[in-house]
């Protein structure tokens, strides 16, 4: 589908175009969405728009990074949006030239939506212009990464203070989990930041120039996002070498209880089964006191190894 | 609650100023700051300060970190002080233009009431300028995290040394919240140097490159702290790593000492079991020496199970 | 194998040549394929072709890096392409001059095959250069890399899943053959992004430079690349790690169950030892209610361990 | 205790001065050294040496790290040495300006005796001047952290070896304990470093720049002193790592053995038990070769038991 | 003892002069070899040679890492070469002048013997210069590296596939070793590498800049054995990560047996004593059925203890 929003030269706005109606000198600026477009609305990008057979290419593959290229005519922006329940990403291109805005997406955009409402609901529409659509969309894409990495961040608050009393195979694999997910989110964020910091240091977008203090404001936000991230992912290796130290010790105190059963155990047993034999002759066995005598015998082995575990600190 | 103190044209100190009295051009240059504000109060930061709208939304959400911001007629700050108890970071932000100070901050600030009172306090008040009143406030922010980080190197010198002879687990629990701590502390301390480094050599702020020796120290005392947080992160590793070793051998001794018992008693418990066993023939058992012979055999295996294991090394 | 593709000054393509048959000057330019040569082939590159000894010694080793080397007469690429089952890797040598590419692999390459078809079949063969085989050679041995890295993400995706069942020793095994194999695709990926790098940052190639978004593109592809390389690696050593958590717990649960059952048993089994001796006077074994009295103490003991473990939360 | 030593005009060493009699414009250079100065004497800091605030602020406090401060009238230098048997830090400061060099210690400085016996020694004095003794002085210093580095390299190499046979434990104290000090000796290494590099890379001292092939070589000390101290830190880790890895597998090997000795000899034993049972009627106990069966079972179950652990490699 | 070649103004080969022959200005170039000198014949270096003392002392002492330095006569190179064997360092230091080279070294020197012969060897001597001969000697120095790094990559892979069989111990040692052998190889490779980046970005030595492809060439080979060197440490801490992985499993593996025996055995056991005992009055024992149905109890306990651990897919 094709959404067309174009400003005339009255300064007013236009809506519902089609491709057909449209024809290239007649307005101030304008603002061609393709929504999930189809193959037959996909040529319009070859014709009549113009576009870099590379850029095409890249819209419509799915194996690209955020990045920015520029054209003699356009700058193209490689930008991903991230779903808010799955992490997916999605990618959402731009080419932005002398006056005119493109965006192809191929699922529906909440970014694209949520901008043009905003464009369209302005009382003073002549004030924008396609720089200001490029930066709604830049900011709303990461204002709505925010959330996300937010919420992962409480599920790692929780992993950590564990209220709900989870058993330790579902922290184990919470942990990993959102390790998996902060890997997963920062491939978006990072690039993010990357094109930010190209955008702001390029000298070939003099509106961007102009309103730096608004790009520089994106870019702060991602590289604080980036912060957040990296910080989490350390905080997920101290939980889980915290855990492992836990567990080495934990695994110490069981068999050294183990252990000291055993040892105590064994060797009465052994007595015990020594005194149960039916040989013929077992001259301790006739013996009157033997009995009582074996178990003052038996009590002093088993004093003496607990003083022994005693001493050696199993018991602190 | 707003404060307001201004150097008169006259060189004095005025105190007690509301925003109603308060005339732009009237004075050599004067300080406002919002402590706490309420919605009425921010206002002021729109009109009549008439602040760029991104700063007024960085002063009022509380995602940011500590970074600097160039506009064409002020200079904006986002600072982070540490709450020595609880390691809480709260915003300081600032303002600084050609004859004044904002600050701003959502909670009484330590930092802002002693560079009030030394303001108030000095007797050549005339010498201060806006800039004085910022290089004190960064610099008495800094000095506030010093004691922070050395109390946690403290505490990490304790748990190395254990002098209150506490328990594994709960030394565990103390090294993982230190390094928790230091990466909490370290979300401070390191954009804090990058503002630093970045207003150092920066050419915007000539009121800053003339007192460059000043900020300088500011700057090694941020880089020094780094340093100290760094450390102490890798040495809360080492800690760890240490402990899983000697967790580990000592794992292992606590098993040669189970195997050594169980290898020595196992044999010697099912021998006399055996002679226990009540089958009619039993040719052994009626024979006189057998009892004897046995206790012989017994001893001989248990001393060859004893020397084995020795041999092995295991009682080093 | 030498086979030579020449455009004549007519804009003709003319193939079949011999090195026998080809003249230097004749052709609007000229791409020599040097297939699997022989010795007397090989000679071709000192003379007629009389390319620097250093080049030709870099083409018969294969101890080299993808790299470029700039001479004053041609340019030279060495660059390496990727067998898809076995992951090994193939050099591919480029000489590129001023009227002629010359391609220099030691057994047949799929990507030469492929952009010779190409060329043979474009209709405007005269559109072609010698930076156009360039740019195609280069562009398809990194597109052979793509599915190559995706086929080793898939493997992972599958070892994260485990949908087979397979055994945990088949597992790990898998593990550590995706980061060898990782590791050994990222010594092609890598220098090949630093080679573009060059390339595209090179004042040399003014051929180079104005196709700038071309190449720019094979560079984002690579840099793609690069990042699953090492995100995949995360990964691997992220679920190792996860693995060697989950192992040490389990580690403990199994510990724990022995242990319970070893203190239960040992105390109870001793006691129907001591009851089996055949010492002649054993008060106990005479009274009726012995046994019985036996049987309901060894009950309580059981019950306390049994409680003792429960309350040390062992049965979690 | 302050010492000052001083070349006059007529190129004669004069030493003994005190603050009292110096006069500042009346030697052709001249050496104060504060040795441990008491408060009186680091009052001459302010007056008649007019140094800075902040320079004398850094005598005072410990907090520094080694450092360069340009100010007009002089250049401020903090390094550290170290001790040689506690691998303590101390401060030297030095203040080099136009004409004179102040040193600045709060406990007596072997650097500083040496390098003043050493001038005082000289029959030369002439061709010394302030740069002369500062290059002495760092040059001395980090001379002094050679023999302290090796040492620990020594130490180091003891622990791999283990000639002395030393336990386990005190092993892994040892090798703790290396990370300590490479760890704390780094921090003064490091900065050190730093230090020099920036006096090398300056264009504000020109009698640095004169010499720079005797600070390059100073600098080349601090650059392989670290690399030293980086390779042993990775050999300590490796150490560890490889003792770990040797500890989990000796750990197997334990408890093989114990499974096996467990394996064997619990059937064993079970059967032993079942057959001194003193059930009346128990059909086996009577038959006259029964005994003898029951041994030939026990032997098939125990070779059996031995066959199936050899056959799993548990022997090897 | 000192060796000299010289190359006569009549560009012909002179050899076997000693110092005392040699006389500075008659020679259109020479070579000075320092083989393992004597005290005397170090003298030379400062008389009649005049280097500076500093390289003179870096020449004598063994604490230096590869280095440039230059001087306003000449350049000063401390190389490292790598003896195969035993992978120790040998220091070969080089003086580059206006028309002569000086090389030292305190072990005779396979290199220099080698570029020697190839010089005398050669039929047009007067085609080489200083230049030629610094060039051999780096060349050949680093084609030494490369059998030595590639025989610790075999070593390593035999580790990996271990087709010896060897044991696990043997196995864990030979890592560690060759980590060792990895890590003192690279001491000595990356400062090489990193002259050799000097050597190529320095515009003081034109003769080398004329000849840059040839440094390139050296260089390129550097860079591609700290590739080898840095995948092969990776590569050996993966093997002992898997190493470490797979021992956790089989130590589980392990344990798990040893419980599942015990918690089968040790129920039976305490049955078995349980009716073993002496006790005059034991109903049980005196019921012709007693004997049958015990075993049937004890069957039934050990089918369900059995079917138990193969749910919970402990004999997967």
Redesign the interface.
Known sequence: MIEIIALTKNKTIETGLTMEDWKKGTYEWYWIDFNAPDDKEVDYLRNPLQF?P?SIE?CLHN???P?I?Y?DEYTFFVTHSLEAKTYAKEELNLFVGDNYIVSFHKKPSIEVQYVAKKLLGDKSPAKWSQFTVLYELLDHLVDNY?PIIYEIEDFLNEIDENTDNK???VL?DD??ET??RL?SVR?TVV?MRDLLYTLLNTKKLTAVSNKR??Y??IY??L??LT?VIE?NR??TA???????????????R??????V???I??????L???????????P???W????FT?LGIMATIAVCMFLFFKRKGWF?
């Open positions: 870099h590379l890249d194996l690209q990074r990045k290229d054209f925010i058993s330790m195979e184990l942990l990993y390790r998996h890997l491939h690039p203090e608004y520089s404001d702060d936000h590289l604080k912060e910080s350390e905080m101290d939980i889980r070498d915290s855990y492992l130290s836990y567990n080495a010790h934990q695994s110490n069981i068999m050294q209880i183990l252990t059963i055993t040892t155990f064994m060797p009465l047993s052994f015990v089964g020594l005194y149960g034999m039916n040989f013929q002759y077992m301790e066995l006739a009157k006191y033997g009995y074996l602190k």
